[in-house]
Structure formats: C-alpha cells, structure tokens
C-alpha cells in the first residue's frame, strides 16, 4: 500500500466521521428550529383566520345594531298591514342595511322572521336578485326562535357549498327592544347573513397549504400534538389546524436531505485539501527521495537532492551521505584491483580495461591506438645479486620513470597522456591514442630508451638493466586487443633478437618475422 | 315621478352614507324649530324644479305664509318620509301608483271633504288615477333625455338605451328607482310595465344586466349632471318629460337636451297633490291645493315645467308651440300605457333587482 493510499485509508474515514457527526447535529438543530418556526407561523396564520373572522363578526353586529335601532325597522314592526308595510317601509330597513354595506363585494343579506317561523323581509347586496334564502339558513332562524335564543351566531353552509356567518337576535314586536323572556312569542327575529369570503379564503389556503381541514367545534379543542394551533373564533366556536404528520415529515427530509448531502460535499472537499497537503508535504517528498535513490541505482544520476530540514531532508542527507560513502569504498577497492602492489602503478586488469576502452573510442572516432611493450633486460641478475627487494625497488622507479616520461612527452607534444602498467616480472606496457609514427610516439620512444642508457639508477646504485621495447597500433597492425597484443609482443621479441636495448616497430618488422607467429602466449 | 327637480340635498346625503332619510328628517325638524319663523307656514315635499317660483312667491304674497319646499329625487324614499310621523309634512306630490297605499293607511287626506270649483277639476282620467287622496298636479310621459350635440342620429325606442351603441359605453345615467328601470325594460320586451310576473322580471333583468357595462351611473340624469365627476360625460339617459328642461338649466348656456318618447310605448304617468293628515293647517294646504289648481295657476306653472298640465283649461292656456311639442305632449300613434301600482308581492324581487344591479356596476 502506497504512502497515499495509507494516508486515504486514515483520513476518509476520520473526517466522513467527524461530517456525519456536524450533519446529524446540523439536522437536529434545524429540526427543532423547524417546529418552532412552524408553530410560529401556525399560530400566526391561524390568528390570521381569527381576525378575518372577527372582522365579519365586527361587521355583523354593526348591521344588526343599525337595523335594530333604524327608525324604519321599529315602523316596520309596528306596521300590521303587510301590503303597505312592504310597499312603504321596508325600503327602509333595505337604506338602514345598505348604509353599512362594506361596498368591497362583500354579501351581506337581512332577513326579518316572524315568530312563527315565517319569513317576512328579505334583502341583500348580491348580484343575483333572484335567490331565495337558503334552508339552512332558514333553519338557523328557526332553530333560534324555537331555542328562544336572545342572540346567537355560526358559521353555516348552504346545500349549494356557500359558507354563511350568521348572526340573529331576537326583539320584542313592538319596540325592537331585548323581549321579555317570558313573552318570547311576541318577538320577532333579526338575522343577518355574510358570506365570509376573505375567512374562507384564508382557510381554504390554509388547509391547501397543510393539506389537512380545520376542525371547528363549538366546545374547547386543545393543541393535537407538537405543531397544531387552536383559536377561539367565536365565544362557542373554536378552530384547530393540525397538519399532519406527514407535512412536517417533508419537510424534514428536506432537511435531512440537505444536511446529507452538505456533510458529503464538505467530507469530499476537506479530504480533497486534506490528501493534497499530506502529497504535497509528506508523501511527495518521500516519492521524491524514492525517485532519485532508484536513480542512483540506475546510474541514472549521480546525487541526490536534500529537501530542506526535517525528517525527510534529514533522511535525505544520511542517505546522501551513505552513498557517498559507499562509492568512495568501492572506488578504492576498484583502484586497489587495478593497481600493482609493486610498484603503484595500473596491473595487466587495468591495462586490459583500458585497452578496450581505447578500442572502442578507436572505433567511434577512428584514433589510432599504439602499445609499447617493455621487457627489461637481464633483470633477473638484479633479483639474484641484489635481492628482491632491490628488484622491486628497481621495478618501482621503472614505472614511476615511465609515468613521468609519458606524461612530460604528452605535454611536449601537446597530446593526450596515455597509461602504463606492469603486466608481470619485467614486462610492462604503455598505451597512447596516437599512431605509431607520430612525434609522439617516437619521441616517447625514444625517451624511454633514453632512461636505460647505461643502465638504471636508483638511489646511486646503477642496475645493468635495459628495455627491450615492441611497438604495435591499431588498426594498422591489428584490429582487436589480441592481436595488437600479439603483434607489441613480437616486435618487442624482435628487438630483444636484434640485441637488446632497442625497440622493434611491428610494422617494420620483416615479413619473414611477421609470419613466424608468435613464440610466447600469454 | 317628475324627475324635475335634481334633489341634490338627499342625493348627496344618500351618497356618502345613505343617510338620506333620517339626514332629511333631521332637516325638517330644524326646520319647524327655527325661533322667529313666521308663524304659519307649510311644508310640501316635492321634486326639484317642479314648482314655478312666481307661483311660490304668489302664494306667499296672497296669504302671507311661507311655504317649505322639501326636496326628494326618490319616490320610496319619499313614501317613507310620508310614513314616518315624526316628519313634519303637510303636502306631498306623490304619484299616482303611490298614493293609495298612504291614503288607505289614513296619512292623507281625502280630497272629497274638500271639493273644487268646477274649473279647476282635471281631465277625469288623471283625476281616476289620484283617487280620493290626491288632486292631479301634473303629468307626463316616461322616456329617453339625450344630448342633440353627442348624438349624431336621435334615439327612437328603448333598444337605443337599453342596447346602446358602443360610442355610448360610459355615458349613460339610468336612475335608482326600480319601477321607472323596470318600466323601461319591460317596455322594451313589450312587456306591462307594472308586470310582476317573474319570468317578465327574469327578462327584463336580463335585458339591464347586459346593459351595465355601458352605464355611467344609476341616477337621474338631472342628478348626476350635477356631480363633478359626471358633469359633461353623460350623453343619454333614462328621464322623464320635462327633464330636458332641468338638464338644460344646468348645462352652462347651451341647450342641447332633449326628451323623446319612445316609439315602443308612452309610459303616462300623473302627479298628484296630497295634504297629510299629520299637518297642523289642513285648511291652508287645500287651500294651496286649489291655488294651484286654478287653470290660470295651473298654465304658469306647466310652462314653467315644460310639462302638461291636468286641466284642459289650463292647456288651453298653452301656447300654440308648447302645445305641438312632441317633447311635452306625446305624438300620436304611440301605444299608451297608464302607469298603475306593481303588484306587491313582485315588490321585493323588483327592488333586488335594482339592488343587484347597482351592485354588478360597483363591483366593475
């Protein structure tokens, strides 16, 4: 598992929690809040379709107090010819009802019983002339007179689905005064009717709006429940808006709804910044590192970068350092592998080593390679008079002279120094990227014979040493590493044949020793 | 019914509240208590403008006693007053279809305890029509009053008002009262004017129900010409002869009104003066009545009016003109028809009507 997909692993979960957590108390905090606000609004609402209702009341009791107390009703009720009485008086009572007529389209009728039941006036406002008064209506009126109720109100509706606001009174025949309660048969009624439209709209888009109807009862309601409101429209008549369960219920998936899907979003945001921050700060440094480490391994680079401080800069720089010291202990186990323990300078693998690399750029870019092939002689005269130690002290100063002979005759003649190396015993070798008959070549040649004139000194003491030396180039005398070796190692032969001291080109050499082969293999 | 006078104390007082009776009341009774008042003095309730002043003040200068016009422009609103004992009434002019009612109920006098000299006795139909209660004032004919400068062609029938043309819409003043409505409508259906069947009324209501949109307003044209709001804006209306007269006086100089009876039928109807039985000086108001009967009295006052008079005497003091005026008399060859009382009972329904009416028009 990746760095990021461990620190996914940790942080999804974590902050999704801690989200579901803020959601559902989110919820809980609007819920409550919800019902609070609806009973509120409830209330309001319902206080609403009281006062609508009051108003009409309001305007009810004007009406009847002004037909009551109009001159016209008192004739009229005064009048017992009926003919004349409607013909002359009853536009009367018809001015005193239209002298509080609202004039905002409002239905406002008058209707006059007998205490008989029978009806004797009838008025109202409305556009169609030819209604009759309704039967409920009429019952109400009879209901009154039978029940000898003073005075008394409801909300009715007619057959034909018109809700009505009735209100009636009784009055004594003569006086339109309040009857004496035991001469009730001499009253007559009063009722006056509304259609309460504005009530009835404020209702009606209530119980649209709560999808439930109004309870209206003549008795005391009490709330139903934790949402529900109750007013008191009338002294007998209360009305109670419950929605149901199921309003509230929407209302509150919405909110769960939302509340889901804003801990969802919040959840997938904050771990968005979350991983970011960790990839950006944690994990990607580590990929760095990773990344350049794996590089190091490839030799696809040589280094590595230090972030900074911190962990990881810190890990950086040990690991850095590890490298550092891990490619110094490798250089000096390559350098002691290729060294002679003699005399200090490269041994027959540094040499080969070497040889190919020659080769190779030989190949790509067509530079002659020449080898010398040294050979002193009768150095085992050293060894068997002066000691080993003398042999290799003699073999030490050969090689440091030959360095140094290269290196001069390279800078004399402006060219690239080449190497030396001791094959083995006497037999050492040098390798330049020239071609044997350049200046170079010569003049190195010739300084090197030059260091055995008359022997080899070291520290004053003069060894009857000399070199023998075989010149052999690629790709003039041969075109791989065996047979340049094979063709330095017959000229130096050569040159030994020729009597020593002397160096043997293998390109001069005869053609009859050319053909002889070689007659040492190493 | 003259509508000849514009009753625009009640009027107003009926518009911004509908307090006209008892505002009309409470005038009459400030009226009789007015302190240094001559001391003999008699209150007529009657139109406006349907009195000529000379004879007013001829009465006055005769007898030395004032006489108190109390202005109505509403028949029902009149019988109420007449109804109601507190008001202080001594002669009414109340129309013919009216005054049986209040007769019988014993608030008018009969007029047989108070004969006239034989000259001043009206045409016998008119005088039928008045019965005991009432002697003949005036009559006349229900019809069409119109703007001659508004109107390129001059209205002929009731269909000219009652389904006008569209230049019309917004300048037309029906009235109030419920039985001149009605009488116009029915007219137009062909229909008696006094019907109280309610298939008729159904008609006939439906006749100004699809009128309602081109009305102005339900009031006498006199009445409404006098409002600012309507002044200048109405072209044709519902009036009586005589009207033009008083639509004329108000029309700042010009005189473009005119009555025409409608082709359909001549509504007639007769006024009728009445004494109640409530005033203090019965004597002196009999004795106005037959001051006012006199044919020559009775000749000023119809040229004052622009009306016929009741008395053939006194027509025959007409001039010539007045008396081929077809807007006075109505021309022959036009079916006539007497007003006479509708039937009770079609009462309620016919003043639903109006009611409904006014009612459709306010809520436009």
């Known amino acids: 598992m990746t760095l990021n997909k461990r620190a996914l692993a940790l942080i999804f979960p974590i902050v999704l929690l801690g989200y579901a957590l803020a959601g559902a108390m989110a919820y809980h905090g609007y819920r409550t809040a919800l019902i609070a606000l609806q009973k509120a609004q409830l209330n309001q609402e319902a206080f609403q379709l009281k006062s609508s209702y009051a108003d009409y009341m309001s305007l009810e009791s004007r009406l009847l107090y002004v037909v009551r107390n109009s001159n016209a009703f008192l004739l009229f009720l005064n009048e017992t010819d009926e003919a004349y009485r409607t013909r002359a008086l009853a536009v009367g009572i018809q001015d005193s009802l239209q002298s509080l007529d609202p004039r905002d389209d409002t239905f406002v009728s008058c209707s006059i019983f007998q205490s008989d039941g029978r009806l004797v006036f009838h008025s109202d406002n409305g556009q169609d002339p030819f209604t009759t008064l309704g039967e409920r209506q009429r019952a109400f009126a009879r209901a009154a007179i039978e029940d000898e109720a003073l005075t008394r109100s409801a909300l009715i509706v007619e057959d034909d689905g018109v809700p009505y606001l009735l209100m009636s009174s009784l009055v004594q025949e003569r006086t339109a005064r309040q009857p004496v309660l035991s001469r009730l048969e001499q009253a007559v009624l009063l009722q006056i009717a509304i259609r309460p439209v504005r009530f009835q709209t404020i209702r009606t888009a209530l119980e649209a709006e709560y999808r439930t109807r109004i309870e209206m009862s003549p008795t005391p309601l009490v709330p139903n429940g934790e949402v529900s409101a109750v007013v008191r429209l009338a002294p007998d008549l209360y009305a109670r808006v419950t929605p149901p369960k199921s309003y509230l219920h929407r209302e509150f998936r919405k909110i769960a709804v939302v509340s889901a899907v804003t801990s969802l979003s919040l959840s997938f945001v904050s771990i968005g910044v979350l991983m970011g921050l960790v990839r950006r700060f944690v994990t990607g440094p580590v990929e760095e590192l990773d990344r350049q480490v794996t590089g190091i391994m490839m030799q696809q680079r040589q280094d590595i970068d230090v972030p900074g401080s911190g962990e990881v800069g810190r890990l950086a720089a040990n690991v850095r350092r590890l490298h550092w010291e891990l490619d110094q202990a490798l250089k000096r186990t390559q350098r002691l592998y290729e060294t002679d323990p003699v005399t200090g300078i490269g041994n027959r693998i540094y040499f080969n080593e070497m040889l190919e690399r020659f080769f190779h750029e030989e190949r790509t870019t067509g530079q002659p390679v020449t080898m010398l092939f040294i050979d002193l002689d009768h150095f085992k005269t050293v060894n068997d008079e002066y000691g080993h130690r003398a042999g290799d002290a003699l073999l030490e100063a050969v090689a440091q002279a030959l360095i140094q002979a290269l290196n001069e005759t390279a800078r004399a003649c402006d060219a690239a120094p080449g190497i030396a190396a001791r094959f083995a015993g006497d037999e050492f070798a040098v390798l330049v990227q020239a071609g044997p008959r350049t200046a170079y070549v010569q003049d190195l040649v010739r300084s090197i014979l030059a260091m055995f004139q008359g022997g080899f000194s070291v520290d004053g003491t003069r060894y009857p040493v000399t070199a023998s030396i075989g010149v052999a180039s690629a790709p003039e005398d041969g075109a791989t590493t065996a047979t340049l070796l094979s063709c330095a190692d017959q000229a130096m032969y050569h040159a030994k044949a020729t009597g020593r001291n002397a160096a043997a080109f293998h390109g001069d050499l005869p053609a009859l020793a050319w053909t002889e082969g070689s007659p040492r293999r190493r | ?364």
């Open chain 2, 1 to 364: 019914m003259r509508r000849a006078g514009n009753g625009e104390v009640p009027r107003a007082a009926s518009k911004s509240g509908k307090c006209g009776p008892v505002c009309l009341l409470a005038g009459l009774l400030v009226l009789t208590c007015v302190p240094g008042a001559r001391a003999v003095s008699l209150n007529l309730l009657i139109w406006e403008w349907d009195l000529a002043p000379s004879l007013a003040k001829a009465w006055t200068g005769t007898t030395g006693t004032d006489l108190n016009q109390i202005i109505f422009d509403n028949g029902e609103r009149r019988d109420l007053l007449i109804a109601n004992v507190e008001a202080p009434i001594d002669m009414a002019v109340i129309d013919s279809a009216h005054i049986d009612a209040l007769g019988q109920r014993g608030l008018l006098v009969d007029q047989d305890r108070y004969p006239l000299p034989p000259e001043s006795r009206s045409e016998a139909r008119w005088r039928s029509m008045c019965g005991r209660y009432g002697v003949p004032y005036i009559w006349g004919a229900t019809g069409i009053v119109y703007r001659t400068d508004r109107l390129a062609t001059p209205p002929e029938s009731w269909a000219d008002l009652l389904r006008p043309a569209a230049a019309l819409a917004g300048h037309i003043a029906m009235t109030d009262d419920e039985e001149e409505i009605m009488a116009a409508a029915l007219g137009f259906l062909g229909r008696p004017m006094y019907s109280g069947d309610v298939e008729d009324l159904k008609r006939a209501f439906a006749v100004l129900k699809a009128q309602v949109p081109a009305v102005l307003t339900y009031s006498l044209p006199v009445t409404a010409q006098q409002e600012k709001s309507f002044h200048d804006r109405i072209f044709i209306g519902l009036g009586n002869s005589g009207d033009q007269r008083t639509l004329n006086m108000t029309s700042d100089g010009a005189r473009p009104w005119r009555f025409v009876t409608p082709r359909d039928g001549a509504v007639l109807w007769v006024d009728c003066l009445a004494v109640l039985t409530r005033s203090r000086h019965p004597d002196l108001a009999e004795r106005f009545v037959a001051f006012l009967a006199r044919p020559d009295n009775a000749a000023r006052n119809a040229i004052f009016l622009q009306q016929p008079p009741t008395n053939l005497r006194a027509a025959a003091l007409l001039p010539r003109d007045m008396r081929a005026d077809p807007q006075i008399y109505p021309p022959a060859g036009i079916p006539v028809e007497y007003r006479r009382p509708v039937p009770t009972d079609s009462l309620q329904l016919r003043r639903r009507i109006m009611s409904a009416l006014v009612a459709i028009h306010d809520a436009q």
